[in-house]
Every structure is written in structure tokens, then in C-alpha cells.
């Protein structure tokens, strides 16, 4: 064979650059830190605010009449007793494992694209876990008692049912939030020692410089900071997939057709990262026109997050296939009903929306030109959204509105107050994002300024 | 004992190359109490300035084993001494359904010991410190690397170090008042 050739056919082109060229460590820092320091308070950036604040109040509301009157408001009627308070909780979460994969699996397999996008993709998860919180603390129906879940001496000497997943659920969110704020505000201190720095306002630089904690960039503190980054991030990676596991064997674990399934966990967490990176997109093509951080996250990081997407949507389409191969090839006459309850019962129409919006459309990701066209990717980034909430309605709803015993049958119509808890938590959502670009860097401006040092060091070295 | 009334000097550096180049002959000269300010990790800065050894990943898995521990603890004791119940006929220890708690007390245990940990070590946080005191020092947050060798250092002498330090081509050389 011609050596030449084949060097030929493995030679692959220039790899595009990450960030654009032409950054140096100043010019980076200046970009992050204005957008917080010297950019200021814009009419947008309020009216923003001002939408997420709104729905923020509705949510008040409603959880204000939730506690007077009772989760009846709510359209959950036996036998759904599960409802949208469910379909949200596994919704939220799952949009908080993109943020995860990103800062912890991505930081340990060196894929240094993620470095643009981490910061923000950890906010996300923070404030995605915290609406997911409220639907189950809400759904108990009296809240105020939430501390039942707590391992806690107590009067009536009892303990929660460690054999539950529902017990194993409250111990994997509260861990799962607690390791996430602590792994976001670890990478945060380098930054807002960096906010100190240059903040000219007396108060300004005070505030942030009790945030970072008097941090001076010492080379032994890097050193033990950079180990204790890294084991975060291998800690976080068995934990993120643990967390949509434990999610998924709530359902798994229990009897009822279309849920007692061994595949529901890798599903799920396949699920989680596939709405989760439509999330990130959702947020990241708005917010990087807006700032003008194009330079920053560029079309590559968008295209990759894309090709993302379009995999762990054909692990989810597996997912559904073998779900329903299953239910016929069981021969358990329930499995096979419910199979065929999803695909023409009453809400055969969302199952089919399902299917489009989560299988058929995405497959538009394989053309390049769409992947690289923003009005596409955004477009497609919502349609997963909604997708994966539907994934979300079909298996909850379902499988419970018709079960064992046809007497027992019942339709489940959400109410007004449903919608309106989650708008609610979209405006808690909103208004902690919108909070959050404001006030703190959204990009890791250390991160960054290495990967400027990173790219300027390959290229005097070639 | 007598506060000094300098704490060191810091020369400023414009590249990571220079300022480990120059911890590194720092450290060869003699010096011990030496430390390196960076706006990025530098590869390498921390043994230059002499610093090899953390406890830090042995105290994170201590926290992961005594969280993992305290999970296991608590749903054996819960169920077999505390209040146990015959559910079947079933062990009371049936151990592979407490294993998502024990999992999950392990992560948070380490990772609390991770974050606490690494901040306990390097001593923050730290309101107040004399490097602050340099004014050049806002840009070690920015694009500017300083290194420090503390007037504790048993060959510190205020002319002699600072000698040494101009001969190592910084930027500039500055006293940090305590």
C-alpha cells in the first residue's frame, strides 16, 4: 500500500479553534467580568426578570392555596394520584443532569470545549434541582411535615423506611443538590476573587470579597484546589447517574404495568442528559446573542452539544423500542394492554407528539447545516423540552389511569392550578437564572483564561 | 514575639514560564518559605515553591468511608435493633435495599470533606492578608504572576533578597508591608 495514501485518508483537517483566536488573558477577563461590573442593570435584562418575578408570585399563590385547601385543587384523582406534581419533579431533575455531565464526566475525559459552557450549565442544574424539590415536598399534601422523610428522633419512635425508593429519593436530590452547590461555588471562588479585583465600588469589591473568601491565587492553594476539583468530579459522576436511577426505580420498583421494567433506569438517565443539553441550548443561544459572547461559545460548542443531543435521543428511542417489544413479548396480558392503551387509548395523541418530537424531529441534527443554523437548533431544542415532558406525562399518567382492574379505570384532566404550579416554578427558574447572569460571572473566567493558555502554548509549540 | 514589619517580597512576573522559572531558582538559591500568586493553575508552580504532599485525598476518602458507614449504620439500626419488623418472614437485614443510601451518605460525605477540607487546608477563608497590601497585587486575579519569598525565610535579608529577586529579571520588585 502507498504510505502516502493512507496518511492521506487518516489526515483529518485543522480542528476548529474552541474559543476564537486572538483572546489573551486580559481581554477574556474583561469580557466575563463586565457583563456583571460595568455592564449594569438594562431595560431587558429587568423586563426578564420582571416575567420570571410574575410567574414567581403565581407560584406563591398557588402553593398559598395549596396549603388552604389541599392538593384537591390539583387534578389528581384516584387511581392517577401521581400526576403533573410527578411529571414535573422527573422533568426538572432530568434538565439538571446536563449541567453535571458537563462540569464532572466532561472535566474527567479532558473534553475542554466544556470549559465555555460549565458555569452556566451548573446554575442550571442548581436551579432546576430546586424546582423539582417543590413537586414532591407539595405533592405530599401537607408540606409543613416534610421532616417525616428526615432520619430524626422523634416522639413517636419511629424511623422512614429505608427500603423505600421514595426514602432513597430524598436522600439522593438532597445530595444530589447539596454536591452541586458545593461543586459550583468551589469553581466560583477563583472568579469572584477575580470580581474583587476589579470592582471599583467600595461595597462592590466588599461583597465579593467575602464571597471568595480572600482567595490570592497561591500555587499551593491551586494545587489542593485543583485535587479537590477533580475529586468532585469523581464523585459527581457515579452520583448523577445514581440520582436519575433512583428516579426511575420509584417507578420501576413498584407493580404497575408499564413501569415494572428493568430498562427504566439507563433509560432514564439517557432521558435526563438528552433534556438537559436541550435545556443548555434553550439558555446558551439566547444568552450568548445577547452578551455577544460568540467569540466564547462558539458555533463548535453548539454544534457538539447538538451531536450530543442527537445520541442519547437514539439511546431514549431504544428505550421506548424496547418498552414496547417488551410489553408484547411478556406475554402478560396487563403489559400488552397498557402498550396498546399508549398507542390508541385517550392519550394516544401525546404518545404520537412523544414520538415526534422526541425521535422523528432530532433526526434533523444529523445534516450539518442544521446543526450549524441557530434558528434550527434553538427551534429543536425546545421541541425536545416538550418532548421529554411528554415522555414524562405518558409514563406517569398512563400506566396509572388504567391498570389491573377495569372498575378502577379513571381519566386524569389537569386543573388550572396544576398549570399554573408549573409556570410558578418556570418563574422560580427564571428569576434565579435572570438573578444569577446579573450578579455573577457566568462564564469560569479561570477556565477560560487556561484555555487561552492552553491554545497560545500548542501554538508556539508547532 | 516581635511582628515584623515586612512580611516579604514579590517580584511580578508577565508569563507562567517566567514565574516557574523563577520560583524554581528561587528554590535552588535556598529559599524555603517561598509561594508562587497566578491568575490560572500553573502546572508544575507548587513543587517548585516546595510544596509535595496533600492530605487532601486521604481525608476525602475517610469522609467517603465514614459517610458510607454512617448510611449502612443507620438502616441496619433502624431496622434490626431499633425497631424491627417481620415483614414476610423476610432478614432483617436486608442489606442490598440499603445500599442506595449508603451510596449516596458515601458521595456526600466525601464530597463535604472535599470542599471543607481543601479550605480548611489552605486556610480559608482569609480576610485579611498582608500580600493584599501590595498594589500591583489586583492583577495576580487578571494577567500578572507573583512570586513571594516571606521575610520568616531563615537567608531573608531585605537588600540581599531583593538583589537576588531583580536578578531574576521581573517586571518589578515590591516590599509587602505586614
Redesign the interface.
Not at chain 2, 509561594?35 to 500553573?42: E, G, L, Q, R, S
Not at chain 2, 480559608?124 to 492578608?129: E, I, S, V
Given at each position: 500500500m502507498d504510505p502516502q495514501g493512507s496518511k492521506n485518508i487518516v489526515a483529518s483537517p485543522e480542528p476548529e479553534p474552541i474559543i476564537r483566536p486572538g483572546h489573551t488573558f486580559e481581554t477574556v477577563t474583561d469580557k466575563i467580568s463586565a457583563i456583571v461590573l460595568s455592564r449594569g442593570t438594562t431595560p431587558g435584562w429587568a423586563f426578564g426578570l420582571l416575567i420570571g418575578f410574575s410567574l414567581l408570585m403565581l407560584l406563591n399563590l398557588v402553593v398559598t392555596l395549596l396549603m388552604v385547601k389541599g392538593v384537591g385543587i390539583w387534578g389528581i384523582r384516584v387511581p392517577t394520584a401521581w400526576g403533573f406534581a410527578i411529571v414535573n419533579f422527573v422533568w426538572w431533575i432530568g434538565i439538571g443532569h446536563a449541567g453535571t455531565l458537563i462540569s464532572a464526566i466532561l472535566l474527567l475525559l479532558h473534553q475542554k470545549w466544556r470549559t465555555s459552557i460549565n458555569r452556566f450549565a451548573e446554575a442550571m442544574t442548581i436551579f432546576a434541582v430546586m424546582c423539582a424539590g417543590m413537586f414532591p415536598l407539595l405533592h405530599m399534601g401537607r408540606p409543613w411535615l416534610f421532616f417525616y422523610l428526615m432520619p430524626y428522633p422523634n416522639p413517636m419512635w419511629l424511623w422512614p423506611q429505608f427500603r423505600s425508593p421514595l426514602v432513597w429519593d430524598v436522600f439522593a436530590v438532597s445530595t444530589y443538590f447539596t454536591v452541586s452547590l458545593l461543586f459550583w461555588f468551589v469553581g466560583l471562588i477563583p472568579d469572584l476573587a477575580t470580581l474583587r479585583d476589579r470592582a471599583k465600588h467600595p461595597a462592590v469589591k466588599t461583597i465579593y470579597g467575602i464571597f471568595s473568601l480572600g482567595w490570592r491565587g497561591s500555587a499551593v492553594h491551586w494545587s489542593r484546589y485543583e485535587m479537590a476539583s477533580l475529586l468532585l468530579a469523581g464523585l459527581a459522576t457515579p452520583l448523577v447517574v445514581s440520582v436519575h436511577t433512583v428516579v426511575s426505580l420509584d417507578f420501576a420498583s413498584s407493580l404497575i404495568p408499564g413501569w415494572h421494567s428493568t430498562i427504566f433506569p439507563p433509560y432514564f438517565v439517557a432521558g435526563a442528559i438528552y433534556s438537559g443539553f436541550a435545556m443548555v441550548l434553550t439558555l446558551a443561544i439566547p444568552i450568548r446573542s445577547v452578551y455577544h459572547l460568540e467569540d466564547l461559545v462558539t458555533d463548535r460548542h453548539l454544534d457538539i452539544m447538538a451531536k450530543v443531543m442527537l445520541a442519547t435521543g437514539i439511546i431514549v428511542a431504544y428505550g421506548y423500542a424496547t418498552e414496547t417489544f417488551m410489553a408484547f413479548y411478556s406475554g402478560s396480558e396487563t403489559e400488552r394492554f397498557m402498550m396498546m392503551n399508549r398507542l390508541a387509548g385517550p392519550y394516544a395523541g401525546l404518545y404520537w407528539m412523544l414520538i415526534a418530537c422526541n425521535i422523528v424531529i432530532p433526526q434533523l441534527l444529523w445534516i450539518r447545516r442544521v446543526r450549524r443554523s441557530i434558528a434550527f437548533l434553538f427551534v429543536i431544542s425546545l421541541v425536545v423540552n416538550v418532548g421529554m415532558w411528554l415522555e414524562r406525562f405518558v409514563i406517569v399518567v398512563i400506566s396509572l389511569h388504567r391498570d389491573f382492574i377495569p372498575s378502577s379505570w379513571g381519566m386524569y384532566y389537569p386543573t388550572k392550578w396544576d398549570w399554573a404550579t408549573y409556570a410558578g416554578t418556570f418563574g422560580l427558574f427564571i428569576t434565579m437564572f435572570f438573578l444569577f447572569i446579573r450578579f455573577l460571572p457566568m462564564i469560569s473566567i479561570v477556565e477560560v483564561r487556561s484555555l487561552v493558555h492552553e491554545t497560545n502554548e500548542e501554538k508556539s509549540h508547532s | 514575639m516581635k511582628r515584623e514589619s515586612i512580611y516579604g517580597l514579590m517580584a511580578e512576573f508577565e508569563t507562567?514560564d517566567q514565574v516557574l522559572e523563577a520560583?524554581r531558582r528561587t528554590h535552588a538559591a535556598g529559599y524555603r518559605r517561598i509561594?508562587?500568586?497566578?491568575?490560572?493553575?500553573?502546572e508544575g508552580?507548587?513543587e517548585?515553591?516546595g510544596?509535595d504532599w496533600?492530605a487532601?485525598?486521604a481525608l476525602?476518602f475517610v469522609g467517603?468511608l465514614l459517610g458510607g458507614l454512617s448510611?449502612f449504620g443507620?438502616?441496619w439500626y433502624?431496622?434490626v435493633i431499633?425497631?424491627p419488623m417481620n415483614i414476610g418472614g423476610k432478614p432483617y437485614n436486608?442489606w442490598p435495599?440499603?445500599i442506595?443510601?449508603t451510596?449516596?451518605?458515601t458521595?456526600?460525605g466525601?464530597?463535604?470533606t472535599?470542599?471543607f477540607?481543601?479550605?480548611a487546608?489552605?486556610g480559608?477563608?482569609?480576610?485579611?492578608?498582608p500580600?493584599?497590601n501590595v498594589e500591583r497585587?489586583?492583577?495576580?486575579?487578571?494577567?500578572r504572576f507573583f512570586l513571594c519569598v516571606k521575610s520568616k525565610d531563615k537567608q531573608f535579608d531585605l537588600a540581599q533578597t531583593k538583589a537576588f529577586l531583580e536578578s531574576l529579571k521581573p517586571h518589578g520588585v515590591f516590599e509587602i508591608e505586614n
Open positions: - | 507562567p520560583a509561594d508562587a500568586f497566578t491568575p490560572i493553575p500553573v508552580l507548587a517548585a515553591v510544596f496533600t487532601l485525598p476525602v467517603g448510611g443507620m438502616c433502624a431496622n431499633s425497631f436486608s435495599s440499603f442506595p443510601i451510596f449516596e451518605l458521595i456526600l466525601a464530597a463535604l472535599a470542599v477540607g481543601m479550605l487546608l489552605n480559608l477563608p482569609t480576610p485579611y492578608h500580600t493584599f497585587f489586583e492583577l495576580a486575579s487578571t494577567d
